[in-house]
Antibody, heavy 120, light 107 residues
C-alpha cells in the first residue's frame, strides 16, 4: 500500500522558517509528480506546490512564490517543502500527495498531514 | 486563476437519498476535474478523476459527469459512511484550484 508520511511541522514565529519532509514508500517514487496541499483550520483545501519527477519543473500558488521551495530526493524517496518568511496565513495542515498516473494533476494518495502554526 | 464554485455549500440528506453536488469553473477546464471526500481530521480521498473516471476501490454509487465549466458528483444511494465534505479540483493548468467544499450532513 502506498504510504506518505509527513514530518517537520510545528510552532514557528512570523518571519521564521520551517522545512517539511514527506517520506514515500511502496511505490516507484521517482516515476511520479508530487505535490503539497494545505488546509487552514476549519477551511478548505489549497494547492501549494508541485514538482516533476526529476525536479526540472516546479509550480507554486502565487501566495507562496519566492518564500516556499519544493524539492525532492529520489534516492531517499523524499519530498520537501522549505518554507521561509512565514506568515500567520500560512498556518495550516500541510499534506503531501502523489499525482496520479493518468494524464493530469489529480492527487491519488495523500499523507496524514503535518500541522504548521505560525504565531508569536 | 481559474475559480471553482461548488453548490450547495451544505446539503442535508438521509440514508438512501440520491444527492448531486455541482461544481462550476470560471473558464473551461475541459475534463480535467477531480472530486475528493474528506472526513474530519483525515486526509482527502480521491473519488473521481478526469470528470467521470471512478478511482479504484471507490463504490459505484459515486459517479461524476460534466465537461467545460459545469460538473456534477452524484451519490446514487447515500450510505452512513458518505456523510463528509466533498471538494472538486481543477487541473487544467499548472495552477490548480479547489472548490470551497460541500458539507453533506445527515438530515
Amino acid at each position: 500500500e502506498v504510504q506518505l508520511v509527513e514530518s517537520g511541522g510545528g510552532l514557528v514565529q512570523p518571519g521564521g522558517s520551517l522545512r517539511l519532509s514527506c517520506a514515500a514508500s511502496e511505490f516507484m517514487f521517482h516515476n511520479y509528480w508530487m505535490t503539497w496541499v494545505r488546509q487552514a483550520p476549519g477551511k478548505g483545501l489549497e494547492w501549494v506546490a508541485t514538482i516533476r519527477q526529476d525536479g526540472s519543473e516546479k509550480y507554486y500558488v502565487d501566495s507562496v512564490k519566492g518564500r516556499f521551495t519544493i524539492s525532492r530526493d529520489n534516492a531517499k524517496n523524499s519530498l520537501y517543502l522549505q518554507m521561509n518568511s512565514l506568515r500567520g496565513e500560512d498556518t495550516a495542515v500541510y499534506y503531501c500527495a502523489r499525482i496520479g498516473a493518468a494524464a493530469g494533476y489529480y492527487f491519488d494518495y495523500w499523507g496524514q498531514g503535518t500541522l504548521v502554526t505560525v504565531s508569536s | 486563476d481559474i475559480q471553482m464554485t461548488q453548490s450547495p455549500s451544505t446539503l442535508s440528506a438521509s440514508v438512501g437519498d440520491r444527492v448531486t453536488i455541482t461544481c462550476r469553473a470560471s473558464q473551461s477546464v475541459s475534463v480535467w476535474l477531480a472530486w475528493y471526500q474528506q472526513k474530519p481530521g483525515k486526509a482527502p480521498k480521491l473519488l473521481i478523476y478526469r470528470a467521470s473516471n471512478l478511482e479504484s476501490g471507490v463504490p459505484s454509487r459515486f459517479s461524476g459527469t460534466g465537461s467545460g465549466t459545469e460538473f456534477t458528483l452524484t451519490i446514487s444511494s447515500l450510505q452512513p459512511d458518505d456523510f463528509a465534505t466533498y471538494y472538486c479540483q481543477q487541473y487544467d493548468r499548472h495552477s490548480l484550484t479547489f472548490g470551497q467544499g460541500t458539507k453533506l450532513e445527515i438530515k
